[in-house]
T-cell receptor, first 113, second 112 residues
């Protein structure tokens, strides 16, 4: 049973295109996140949603728009893709309370040509 | 300067060695400290979780936090080739609505 799943696993596209990445978690968690990991392995938070409500938006260009149709899903839509958007994007989820922490999906490797 | 600094490595050791991985940080508000392991082309997975200063042991892994020095460590005893991965430290100010701040990761290679 996959706890946090993402589709697609690989995404290759041309500059200027619009693409979406989907994320689903079956852990019953209330909070979901999107992270970007660059070529140097630096992992940086982009967005966080709690019960479908945006709670963290880390100065991400507004070409990136997260959407949470329900608390088990958090999708990421990217408009007008640029070369610098090439990275691995990770979805994660966590419970709100307690000392549990974040569980990550397998990642989506985005390559913009 | 990044909030959390970590030597990128790679750190190469022979099987059975004791490995020491470290992070320094600048924000004294961080209270919760984690170590994640990331295998190539996989998502990070949580290894250890500690609150405030002190030590925590789990099998071959020991996490240490020294808040006075703003320094955290992960020790791996009897290292195995299967420990070869990138190790990311992460920290946050509070457990709810966690904004984790990650180090850049240290790549560890354990040779048989």
């Amino acid at each position: 049973d996959t706890a946090v799943s993402q589709t697609p696993k690989y995404l290759v596209t041309q500059m200027g295109n619009d693409k979406s990445i989907k994320c689903e978690q079956n852990l019953g968690h209330d909070t979901m996140y999107w992270y970007k990991q660059d070529s140097k392995k630096f992992l940086k938070i982009m967005f966080s949603y709690n019960n479908k409500e945006l709670i963290i938006n880390e100065t991400v260009p507004n070409r990136f728009s997260p959407k949470s149709p329900d608390k088990a899903h958090l999708n990421l839509h990217i408009n007008s893709l640029e070369l610098g958007d090439s990275a691995v994007y990770f979805c994660a989820s966590s419970p709100v309370t307690g000392i549990d922490t974040q569980y990550f999906g397998p990642g989506t490797r985005l390559t913009v040509l | 300067q990044k909030e959390v600094e970590q030597d990128p490595g790679p750190l190469s050791v022979p099987e059975g060695a004791i490995v020491s991985l470290n992070c320094t940080y600048s924000n004294s508000a961080f209270q919760y400290f984690m170590w994640y392991r990331q295998y190539s082309r996989k998502g990070p997975e949580l290894l250890m979780y500690t609150y405030s200063s002190g030590n925590k042991e789990d099998g071959r892994f020991t996490a240490q936090v020294d808040k006075s020095s703003k320094y955290i460590s992960l020790f791996i005893r009897d290292s195995q080739p299967s420990d070869s991965a990138t190790y990311l430290c992460a920290m946050t100010k509070s457990p709810g609505f966690q904004k984790l701040v990650f180090g850049t990761g240290t790549r560890l290679l354990v040779s048989p």
